[in-house]
């Protein structure tokens, strides 16, 4: 009798520790001909995209992508290359959650691939630099 409910407990933590194996984690490092181009072009975009960063002008938002936070902190004869820099890297962003989800099989796991590259990014990034936090406010590093 004593087996029994053994039985039970047994096979309920087999079919729910089962569970979340069924739905592996992207493997986020991965890599395609695609992603390497766009990691690569990315890190060229990363040493000019650096200052704008040390200087407040630039911010890491909360979805994994760059935005202009504060245009003034930038000298006015740069601006328009650090939005087309933002414009470029935000567009390989994109691109690269996109691939990684593609490559992993799983096309609809790209929210969770930028979300969790959204968080890599903010604790990756130096002290001084901007990020927005979860309610969307600009905070310092």
Do not use: C
Not at 39 to 50: D, N
């Amino acid at each position: 009798m004593n087996s029994i409910p053994r039985f039970f407990s047994w096979m309920f933590l087999a079919i729910f520790s089962w569970a979340p194996l069924a739905q592996a984690a992207a493997d986020l490092e991965i890599n395609t001909p695609a992603i390497t181009s766009l990691k690569q072009g990315m890190q060229q975009r990363h040493g000019e995209l650096a200052g704008f960063y040390t200087s407040g002008a630039v911010g890491l938002t909360r979805d994994g992508l760059v935005a202009v936070r504060d245009p003034a902190a930038a000298p006015l004869a740069q601006r328009q290359m650090m939005n087309s820099l933002v414009a470029a890297e935000n567009q390989d962003r994109q691109a690269l959650y996109r691939e990684i989800a593609r490559a992993n099989n799983h096309p609809e796991w790209e929210d969770e691939v930028r979300s969790t590259f959204a968080q890599r990014w903010v604790s990756k990034a130096a002290p001084g630099w901007w990020y927005q936090n979860a309610s969307g406010a600009w905070t310092k590093k």
